[in-house]
């Protein structure tokens, strides 16, 4: 069987080859899609043609990084993809994904919109669900911590204000950016998210925690509500313009 093995494995092995010295001397920038999956499959798959099966794949999930982020469960669902293969291409893409946030999660200060948007936005790779994330700062905008304040299926703006304020609290923090995503929207905020937004505000301002910031997510992008003609006013003590309430839906 091994030497069965070995024979079949030959028929590729120049194009193998190839492909590994092509990636060791110039990285992954002038591979395709579907080449990237197709050198992955290499270590899964190493006695078959992987590239079909690198295509059927891309063409499934629709790029190469939604294959990463793909459930197990969902792998399973394209012919050719076994079990071995499954576990390797969520192995990766988990790796990936702590890598990314590992890399970017030891954060001192965050002064400004930029350092916040670098830490927030990992907090979200490859999430499925709804997730609201709320980070603590003392005054002097030095990270305290970071919380999960919701996962789940419904509505982001929905979470626990309560616990959020009880959280801020055991942090001693003096200001709170708040943080979650549109899974399969667009990153702007909704009629909820604004309305949430407004509400913790005013439980927080007697506690004099202030809600500098609120951060929507979705596919990697994010919008800063700051920076939002239609709700900066929010953040910077102006009234409201008139038809705020009509800030979309998402």
Not at 181 to 191: E, K, L, Q, T
């Amino acid at each position: 069987m091994a030497e069965k093995q070995t024979k079949a494995g030959g028929v590729h092995e120049g194009h193998r080859q190839r492909m590994k010295e092509r990636f060791l001397t110039g990285g992954l920038d002038s591979f395709s899609d579907h080449e990237i999956v197709e050198l992955l499959l290499f270590y899964a798959l190493p006695y078959r043609n992987t590239n079909d099966l690198a295509h059927a794949l891309v063409e499934y999930f629709g790029s190469w990084t939604r294959v990463l982020n793909a459930h197990y469960d969902d792998l399973l669902l394209v012919p050719g993809v076994t079990p071995h293969v499954a576990t390797l291409l969520t192995l990766v893409g988990q790796s990936a994904r702590k890598y990314y946030k590992d890399m970017t999660g030891v954060v001192q200060h965050l002064f400004n919109t930029q350092s916040l948007i670098k830490h927030v936005v990992p907090q979200f790779l490859g999430a499925k669900n709804e997730k609201v994330i709320m980070v603590c700062l003392d005054n002097k905008r030095k990270h305290l911590n970071t919380t999960c304040l919701f996962e789940g299926n419904v509505n982001s703006a929905q979470f626990n204000v309560r616990e959020a304020v009880q959280q801020a609290l055991r942090d001693n923090a003096t200001q709170l950016v708040l943080a979650h995503n549109h899974p399969n929207g667009f990153a702007f905020p909704s009629n909820a998210d604004v309305e949430t937004t407004r509400r913790l505000m005013e439980i927080l301002r007697p506690l004099d925690i202030r809600l500098i910031e609120h951060i929507v997510v979705a596919e990697g992008d994010c919008l800063c509500m700051t920076a939002l003609p239609e709700t900066k006013w929010l953040f910077d003590g102006t009234p409201p313009p008139p038809g705020f309430a009509k800030v979309a839906n998402r």
